[in-house]
T-cell receptor, first 113, second 115 residues
Framework: SQTIHQWPATLVQPVGSPLSLECTVE??????LYWYRQAAGRGLQLLFY??????ISSEVPQNLSASRPQDRQFILSSKKLLLSDSGFYLC????????????FGEGSWLTVV | AQSVTQPDIHITVSEGASLELRCNYS??????LFWYVQSPGQGLQLLLK??????LVQGIKGFEAEFKRSQSSFNLRKPSVHWSDAAEYFC?????????????FGKGTTLSVSS
C-alpha cells in the first residue's frame, strides 16, 4: 500500500528564520507531488507541483521554494519566513497506481511569530 | 478560467436530517471530480470521485454525489447526517495525472451538525 509522510507536524518559527518541510511517499514510483497551503478561513492554495525529479512548477510567486531531490521526496523551503507564511501546509501525491486520485498527508502547522 | 465554486460557506443541519452540499465547476476539458473532507487539524480524506460512467457515485461514510454535465455541478448528498459528519468539505476538479496538473479546489463548506 501507499503512504505519505509529512514532517514536522507542527512548527513555530520566528520571522526571518529558514523553513524546511519534508514529504515522502512510499509504495509507488514516479508520483506527481504537490504542496498546498491552507490559511485560516481560506481554501486550499496550490503552491508547487512536480512531475519528476528536479521538475518544479510554481503556481504562486512568494517567499517559498520547493525541491525534489529524489523521486519520492518533496521539500518546501524558505530562506526567510514572513508572518504571512503562517498556515497549514499539505503535501499530496498521485501516480498511475492511485488512478488519477490525489492523496494528502496529514499536514504541517506552521506558525511564524 | 478553470474554477470551482462552493456557494455555501457554512451550513448547519440537524442530526438525522438530509444534507446537500453544492459544487459548480468551470473546466475546459472533461473533468475528474472529487469531494474531500477535512476534520480540524487533519489532512484531507477522499470521500468519492467521478471520472466517467454512472453519474451517481457512492463514497465512504454514506455519501453520494451526482455529476450533472448540463449544470456543471457535482453536488454531495447524504440522506441522514450524523454528528461525526461535522467537518469542512472540499470539492475539486482536475484533468487527470497524464495532464501533469494539480487539482483545483473550491473554498470549502463548513458543516455543523446540531442535536
Amino acid at each position: 500500500s501507499q503512504t505519505i509522510h509529512q514532517w514536522p507536524a507542527t512548527l513555530v518559527q520566528p520571522v526571518g528564520s529558514p523553513l524546511s518541510l519534508e514529504c515522502t511517499v512510499e509504495g509507488t514510483s514516479n508520483p506527481n507531488l504537490y504542496w498546498y497551503r491552507q490559511a485560516a478561513g481560506r481554501g486550499l492554495q496550490l503552491l508547487f507541483y512536480s512531475v519528476g525529479i528536479g521538475q518544479i512548477s510554481s503556481e504562486v510567486p512568494q517567499n517559498l521554494s520547493a525541491s525534489r531531490p529524489q523521486d519520492r521526496q518533496f521539500i518546501l523551503s524558505s530562506k526567510k519566513l514572513l508572518l504571512s507564511d503562517s498556515g497549514f501546509y499539505l503535501c499530496a501525491w498521485t501516480s498511475w497506481i492511485s488512478g488519477n486520485t490525489i492523496y494528502f498527508g496529514e499536514g504541517s502547522w506552521l506558525t511564524v511569530v | 478560467a478553470q474554477s470551482v465554486t462552493q456557494p455555501d460557506i457554512h451550513i448547519t443541519v440537524s442530526e438525522g436530517a438530509s444534507l446537500e452540499l453544492r459544487c459548480n465547476y468551470s473546466y475546459g476539458a472533461t473533468p475528474y471530480l472529487f469531494w474531500y473532507v477535512q476534520s480540524p487539524g487533519q489532512g484531507l480524506q477522499l470521500l468519492l470521485k467521478y471520472f466517467s460512467g454512472d453519474t451517481l457515485v457512492q463514497g465512504i461514510k454514506g455519501f453520494e454525489a451526482e455529476f450533472k454535465r448540463s449544470q456543471s455541478s457535482f453536488n454531495l448528498r447524504k440522506p441522514s447526517v450524523h454528528w461525526s459528519d461535522a467537518a469542512e468539505y472540499f470539492c475539486a476538479v482536475g484533468a487527470g495525472i497524464q495532464a501533469g496538473t494539480a487539482l483545483i479546489f473550491g473554498k470549502g463548506t463548513t458543516l455543523s451538525v446540531s442535536s
